[in-house]
């Protein structure tokens, strides 16, 4: 089946700094999307971008089908964006999500 | 609209009993997914339902099964639970079932087996 790999897999950031989180995926993809996932488990959808970019206030996004990768950009961070931060992906065979690792990010004040 | 919603939010259960958790999925959506979370394995894919038809199935053991509802909401069923069936388990629903759509997902079960 389908690899997802994400990184880094740990990031610390200074309030105010700007990252950037990679997902590396194994193989054609219809989907693909980033979830923030909050202290209590729920995921909470930040982008659907099977490709191109697109950008939500402080966090873009951008995905290279054609080379099997996509960025998730944070700018300005604040403590709020702590959290595991997944990559997941549809593969052509469709209707599952694969997820990656998960980056989790710890922003300090 | 309201999103994804779970039921219950935390259940306790020993080993060998069973369990069934509920899941609703946002209105007019018609696939729903199931998905276990747990520190070692990370999420995993469990299974999909459309129209009341199970479409796809993750690398699970027999005694986890599933069934939707003619309302698209649908059940999962732990059978003889063992102490690594203790997880996140997340629902999750997206609009139509060929199309490669955005998934949404549920507050999550969180089961503990003891």
């Known amino acids: 089946g389908i690899q997802v790999e994400q990184s880094p897999p740990d990031l610390i950031l200074q309030e105010g700094a700007n990252s950037t989180l990679r997902c590396n995926f194994s193989d054609s993809v219809n989907n693909l999307q980033w979830f923030h996932q909050n202290p209590w488990g729920q995921l909470i959808n930040l982008f659907y971008?099977?490709?191109g970019t697109k950008q939500n206030g402080r966090l873009s996004a951008t995905t290279v089908a054609t080379e099997r990768y996509s960025l998730l950009y944070i700018s300005s961070s604040q403590t709020t964006d702590s959290g595991v931060y997944f990559c997941?992906?549809?593969?052509?065979?469709?209707?599952?999500?694969?997820f990656g690792g998960g980056t989790r990010v710890l922003v300090k004040p | 609209k309201a999103g994804v919603t779970q039921t219950p939010r935390y259940l306790i259960k020993t080993r060998g009993q069973q369990v069934t958790l509920s899941c609703s999925p946002i209105?007019?959506?018609?696939?729903v997914s199931w998905y276990q979370q747990t520190p070692g394995q990370g999420l995993q894919f469990l299974f999909e339902y459309f129209s009341e038809t199970q479409r796809n199935k993750g690398n699970f053991p027999g005694r986890f099964s599933g069934r939707q509802f003619s309302n698209s909401r649908s059940e999962m069923n732990v059978s003889t639970l063992e102490l690594g069936d203790s997880a996140l388990y997340l629902c999750?629903?997206?609009?139509?079932?060929?199309?490669?759509?955005?998934?949404?997902f549920g507050p999550g079960t969180r089961l503990t087996v003891l």
């Open positions: 997941a992906v549809e593969s052509t065979a469709g209707n599952k999500l694969t």
């Open positions: 999750a629903s997206k609009l139509a079932g060929d199309d490669y759509n955005e998934q949404f």
């Open positions: 971008i099977p490709s």
């Open positions: 209105s007019g959506h018609r696939s």
